[in-house]
């Protein structure tokens, strides 16, 4: 038989990447029916920009830059939660709580002077993202 | 002239020294900013060799781009599965996550007339198209989990090579090239190769350094005896000639220099002339393929038509890793009886059987022999090659005979040093659509890529606006599992 190597490294982001797959096969079938079109693509668009600039701001130990990219990701999940929230689903409200948490936790670590923990924190908040997008905006085929 | 300066970006520059300064020490060497202050007396070649986070399982790698996205469900990974339902519509339980897009729509499960079998210690499975390559499969280390974002083969390309949907990252090599420098004075640390006459239609931003500093993009190497444009001197003027004019400019430049000491160019221009004069007689000779053996000629299969291409370009890898280049970045070449442009490519939306046979055979017996070869020489446990795409193909059929874009679960191998050999890692659902275990995204692919060449992609940075650039962007982890 073919020798299979499985991870046997619980990370959290493993553990993420893990629960997204999962989410991904058991929620899906409601995602056919779910309208997601009234959802801010600007603000979509500046979370994405910001979250690419967030470690990066933090490893050159640029504590203010943090902060702001910060307080844009906090307001965006904030936002993201209330949206699902009226659209009843838990698991992106949850997604959403774990990458308020994260950023916060940055905050955290950067007022202390720790930017390698917080570098850490903004990689989950990262993987916080696309265990969402799996779900929510599935990778397009051409 | 009004500049406009954000407080963010102002505050960003202020913050620049001083972060800078601190993350100085995590790069090889002691760290590398975008535009350093220097002056001529203090003049560090960018190309100096640097020493790695820690010890390097590989010295050189050959990521061997297969261009237009092979099906690997009818190279590697095989699914009874398909073949039972061929014919049949997809049930939807499997395309439950993906969203398509297609011109053609989702077709019927198609399966092609393939043979399948298991090979070596591992058992290892492979179709008939690749008879040769699996003779090495206990060599091979696969994933068979690979997703990207499959927009489009340009788009997907670029993030295969760079990590991002838009051109302006630095690719895989230049990072390598930047963090490393050169093991060889007279050589570029990372040359591109490519099959056919013409250079790949993604194009050199796929090569190319983005906001590293220049000197760290890829050199294509053309095919044919001179490999870089504008190298060869003039035939009027003979080499002690145009040593003696450089040795003239060199003594020009140096009395120049000892009046502007801060003019750090100047060193720059006298080290590329000396480079690119070196390069006049390394160059040709590293691709010069005229004293290797014929036996070890034919193990590429020069000596046949449909592999000659191939097998020159992989034969030439070969002599560039022999010769300590860093990166060796190999996209394969089109096919010209297959058709024009994309028909050309291994994007077999159409007559896919017609298609994969002839990249399959064109591509079979040289990465074999590329493999075998390396070995032989005690080549291969310092080198790490990578058979990549920047998607896979559906199991779904479209134009009748042919298979759309996958970039939710498809096969890539690796083999070389710092590997478990003989292993799979990850795979797709039954149909071979999705992957259902082991995720291996492009920016996973590149951590290990650089891990094996002993760089920490999280400490592998480079300040820029007053960020930390990585290679992985803001992603990538190590696939630990498939390491020894």
């Known amino acids: 038989m073919q020798k299979s190597v499985m991870s046997r490294t619980p990370t959290y982001r493993n553990f993420v990447s893990r629960s997204a797959l999962c989410a991904v096969l058991v929620a899906t079938p409601a995602l056919a029916a779910l309208d997601l079109r009234d959802y801010d693509d600007d603000l979509m668009r500046d979370l994405e920009k910001t979250i690419k600039y967030f470690e990066p701001d933090i490893t050159a130990r640029n504590a203010q830059a943090a902060k702001e990219d910060a307080e844009v990701l906090l307001d965006g999940f904030r936002y993201t939660e209330d949206y699902f929230a009226k659209k009843g689903k838990d698991d992106a409200v949850a997604i959403s709580r774990d990458g308020s948490r994260l950023v916060a936790d940055v905050v955290q670590n950067v007022e202390k002077g720790d930017f390698d923990a917080a570098a850490a924190s903004a990689r989950e908040a990262t993987q916080v993202c696309k265990s969402c997008h799996e779900i929510y905006k599935p990778r397009l085929a051409r | ?484």
């Open chain 2, 1 to 484: 002239m009004l500049i406009k300066t954000s407080r963010r970006e102002w505050l960003r520059s202020a913050a620049y020294g001083v972060g800078g300064f601190a993350v100085s020490g995590m790069m090889p060497g002691g760290g590398w900013f975008g535009a350093p202050d220097a002056n001529a007396a203090a003049f560090v070649d960018p190309l100096a060799p640097k020493q790695p986070h820690f010890p390097a399982k590989v010295k050189s790698v050959i990521w061997l781009h297969l261009d237009g996205a092979p099906s690997t469900l009818d190279l590697y990974d095989y699914k009874p599965e398909l073949e039972r339902l061929a014919g049949q519509d997809i049930p939807a339980s499997f395309l439950e996550g993906v969203k398509t897009s297609t011109q053609g729509g989702v077709g019927k499960l198609f399966a092609t007339k393939r043979t399948w079998k298991q090979y070596g210690q591992s058992g290892a499975w492979f179709s008939d198209l690749l008879p040769n390559l699996a003779q090495q499969a206990d060599r091979l280390t696969f994933v068979k989990s690979s997703v990207t974002v499959g927009a489009t083969h340009d788009i997907s390309i670029l993030k295969l090579n760079t990590g991002d949907l838009s051109p302006g990252r630095p690719s895989l090599g230049a990072w390598v090239a930047y963090a490393l420098g050169s093991a060889n004075p007279d050589l570029p640390p990372y040359v591109v190769l490519y099959g056919g006459q013409r250079e790949p239609r993604a194009g050199s931003v796929n090569w190319s350094s983005g906001f590293l500093p220049a000197v760290y993009q890829g050199t294509a190497f053309r095919p044919g005896p001179q490999p870089i444009l504008h190298q060869a001197p003039p035939e009027l003027i003979g080499l002690k000639q145009q040593r003696e004019s450089l040795d003239l400019l060199h003594q020009l430049n140096e009395i120049r220099s000892a009046t502007r000491p801060d003019d750090s160019e100047l060193a720059a221009r006298t080290n590329s002339y000396d480079l690119a004069y070196r390069m006049e007689a390394t160059a040709p000779e590293a691709v010069d393929l005229s004293k290797e053996t014929e036996a070890t000629k034919a193990l590429y299969g020069l000596d046949d038509e449909a592999t000659r291409d191939m097998g020159t370009v992989l034969l030439r890898a070969r002599r560039l890793v022999e010769r300590n280049v860093r990166f060796v970045h190999v996209v394969s070449g089109p096919i010209s009886g297959l058709g024009q442009a994309d028909d050309a490519s291994w994007d077999a939306h159409r007559q896919l059987e017609r298609n994969h046979s002839a990249h399959a055979r064109a591509i079979d017996k040289p990465v074999a022999g590329l493999l075998a070869d390396l070995q032989s020489r005690g080549l291969l446990d310092d080198t790490l090659i990578v058979w990549t795409s920047e998607f896979g193909r559906t199991p779904y059929g479209q134009s009748g005979d042919g298979r759309d874009h996958n970039p939710w679960g498809y096969t890539q191998w690796l083999a070389g040093g710092g590997l478990k050999h003989g292993v799979t890692y990850g795979r797709t659902d039954d149909l071979g659509l999705k992957t259902i275990e082991n995720p291996v995204d492009t920016y996973d692919l590149h951590a290990t890529v650089l891990q094996l060449l002993g760089l920490d992609h999280l400490k592998t940075i480079y300040l820029r606006a007053g960020r930390a650039e990585r290679p992985t962007v803001v992603y990538g982890k190590v696939v630990n599992d498939i390491l020894a």
